[in-house]
């Protein structure tokens, strides 16, 4: 099992920056795919995911914009959101996989509770 906890959400204007970082505790060496989702109508879509096997993964809203790391030695994963958007506004959520798996909502196993972005002038 694998907890997850995001922290770091809350509110930016357009143009600014915002880090959001998850704290994984339990087994998180047993997860390949990590990544970062965010809430859609009628799914989860990945914003960024880390794969051991596959790198890096962006989704075209946050390429050139985000950048998504790990820190293997404090469980912590990170997504560094810069010129943020309107349309980056919506709760997202930590989630990992334990075995390789692109990045989309039905490949993870475990979720964090999800943390609110709004990005509003």
């Known amino acids: 099992q694998v907890q997850l906890v995001e922290s770091g959400g809350g509110l930016a204007q357009p143009g600014g920056s915002l880090r959001l970082s998850c704290i994984a505790s339990?087994?998180?060496?047993?997860?390949?795919?990590i990544g970062w989702f965010r809430q859609a109508p009628q799914k989860r879509e990945g914003v960024a995911c880390i794969?051991?096997?596959?790198?890096?993964f962006y989704a075209d809203s946050g390429k050139g914009r985000f950048t998504i790391s790990r820190d293997n030695a404090e469980n912590t994963m990170y997504l560094q959101m810069n010129n943020l958007k309107p349309e980056d506004t919506g709760t997202y959520y930590c989630?990992?996989?334990?075995?390789?798996?692109?990045?989309?909502?039905?490949?993870?196993?475990?979720w964090g509770e999800g943390i609110l972005v709004t990005v509003s002038s």
């Open positions: 989630a990992a996989a334990r075995i390789r798996s692109w990045c989309v909502d039905y490949g993870m196993d475990y």
């Open positions: 339990g087994s998180p060496d047993d997860s390949d795919t």
């Open positions: 794969s051991n096997k596959d790198g890096v």
